[in-house]
């Protein structure tokens, strides 16, 4: 079976969460290495906000219960970004059998996209 999510969002619409609410809305989201590396870099927020809800649409319709603190989205030197579960995200994804989750993201002026695809064991 194969386990895929996409989503795209405004760059604008994370500037303007920021803006609202600040640290409450950057630390219910985000990581706090995710924060160290992005904190002042809403494309990158953005890009990282969408590859959040890829991954929960990659594990499908029963993800109730997942903080998007349980999904963590970090690149390496080389730029390439990786996907880390925890708490009930990685226990719904051993119950799909995950092995890892793949991503791609990229973003323009405007627009955040991200990819997931799930590899099973």
Same mark, same amino acid.
């Given at each position: 079976?194969?386990?895929?999510?996409?989503?795209?969002?405004?760059?604008?619409?994370?500037?303007?969460?920021?803006?609202?609410?600040?640290?409450?809305?950057?630390?219910?989201?985000?990581?706090?290495?995710? /924060?160290?590396?992005?904190?002042? %870099? $809403? !494309?990158?927020?953005?890009?990282?906000? &969408?590859?959040?809800? +890829?991954?929960?649409?990659?594990?499908?319709?029963?993800?109730?219960?997942?903080?998007?603190?349980?999904?963590?989205? /970090?690149s390496?030197?080389?730029? %390439? $970004? !990786?996907?880390?579960?925890?708490?009930? &995200?990685?226990?719904? +994804?051993?119950?799909?059998?995950?092995?890892?989750?793949?991503?791609?993201?990229?973003?323009?002026?405007?627009?955040?996209?991200?990819l997931?695809?799930?590899?099973?064991?």
């Open positions: 079976m194969n386990y895929i999510g996409i989503d795209i969002i405004e760059i604008t619409r994370i500037k303007n969460a920021i803006s609202r609410w600040g640290e409450s809305f950057l630390h219910r989201v985000y990581t706090d290495p995710e /924060l160290k590396l992005y904190y002042n %870099k $809403p !494309s990158s927020l953005a890009t990282r906000f &969408a590859g959040k809800e +890829a991954v929960m649409k990659a594990l499908g319709p029963q993800t109730k219960g997942i903080s998007w603190r349980e999904i963590e989205i /970090l390496d030197p080389g730029g %390439k $970004p !990786s996907v880390r579960l925890c708490g009930e &995200a990685q226990n719904r +994804a051993n119950s799909l059998g995950l092995d890892k989750l793949a991503i791609s993201l990229s973003h323009s002026k405007e627009y955040a996209i991200a997931v695809a799930g590899e099973t064991k």
